[in-house]
């Protein structure tokens, strides 16, 4: 299976990487050198139509996460839409956008070997203080197939 990876312009691109390089963040620093390689794309994302956008108005989620919700609806072309934030998790599950948390991907890329094992672990011990307990706990196991 081949990876490619889509960063919202606006949103996540100026929260995950402008915001990162500034804070001195070193998976800023990876995100950003990604980009630059053009091994991620970033895509801006043009309003929706309006009982789409009079709906996520609703939801009063951040500017970036309104990008995500209008980039899956204007795309048909993904896999799934890694996420971080168990709101928009929801939100995008109900628009039936295909959400998937962090970790869960991480399984997947090991799984399908475009990441080994021990590159599994570390990037799921790396992100382990973003999750509440027992996400990573659960995904190691996953990782390990023993779950």
């Not at 070193?26 to 994302?45: G, M, N």
């Not at 980039?71 to 048909?76: H, I, N, Q």
């Not at 399908?112 to 799921?124: F, H, K, S």
Request: hydrophobic share 50%; proline share 4%; charged share 25%.
């Amino acid at each position: 299976m081949s990876w490619t990876f889509t960063l919202a312009k606006k949103g996540v691109k100026a929260e995950a990487v402008d915001l990162g390089l500034q804070a001195g963040y070193s998976d800023a620093l990876e995100l950003y050198r990604l980009i630059k390689a053009e091994a991620i794309t970033v895509a801006k994302a043009q309003p929706a139509v309006p009982p789409f956008e009079t709906v996520v108005a609703a939801y009063d989620v951040e500017p970036g996460d309104v990008e995500i919700l209008r980039l899956c609806r204007l795309a048909s072309d993904y896999d799934h839409v890694v996420v971080d934030d168990r709101l928009l998790y929801l939100i995008l599950h109900r628009f039936a956008m295909r959400p998937i948390f962090l970790p869960d991907l991480i399984i997947a890329m090991a799984r399908e070997m475009a990441i080994t094992e021990e590159t599994g672990e570390q990037l799921l011990e790396a992100i382990r203080s973003r999750y509440r307990t027992g996400f990573i706990e659960h995904s190691l196991l996953m990782l390990k197939e023993v779950l």
